[in-house]
C-alpha cells in the first residue's frame, strides 16, 4: 500500500469526484489505453475548451490525473495508484465509523 493521503488531499478528491463532468472526464481518461489528449475531451463533447481546462485542472490539483504538455498540447493519464489509496481510505473510514 502507497503512503496515506492527507486530510487536504483526500477531501479535494472527494470534491473533484463530486461533479459529474469531472467525474465523466475520469472515466474516459481511466478507459484509455493510452495517455488521452484533452482536444479529445472537448471533441467527445459540445463544451468549449475553457471549460474542458477548467474541470482537468481540478481533476489534475486533486492528483487523479498527470498531465503532460507539449506545447499547445496537453496529454492525460490516469493515476490509478492515488484513486486506488482514495478508494481503501474511504473503505477504511466506513468501516470504523460502523
Keep these: 500500500m502507497g503512503r496515506p493521503l492527507t486530510a ?6 472527494a470534491r473533484a469526484l463530486s461533479d ?7 472515466s474516459e481518461v481511466a478507459g484509455a489505453a493510452a495517455p488521452l489528449p484533452c482536444c479529445e475531451l472537448q471533441a ?7 471549460t474542458v481546462s477548467h474541470h482537468v485542472k481540478g481533476l489534475e490539483a486533486a492528483g487523479l490525473i498527470e498531465v503532460v504538455r507539449d ?10 495508484d492515488v484513486f486506488e489509496t482514495y478508494l ?11
Aim: charged share 30%; glycine share 2%.
Design 71 to 80: 506545447g499547445r498540447f496537453a496529454l492525460l493519464s490516469f493515476r490509478r
Design 88 to 98: 481503501r481510505q474511504l473503505a477504511e473510514d466506513l468501516r470504523q465509523a460502523t
Design 8 to 13: 487536504r488531499q483526500f477531501a479535494a478528491i
Design 44 to 50: 467527445a463533447r459540445n463544451v468549449t475548451a475553457a
Design 20 to 26: 459529474p463532468r469531472r467525474h465523466r472526464i475520469l
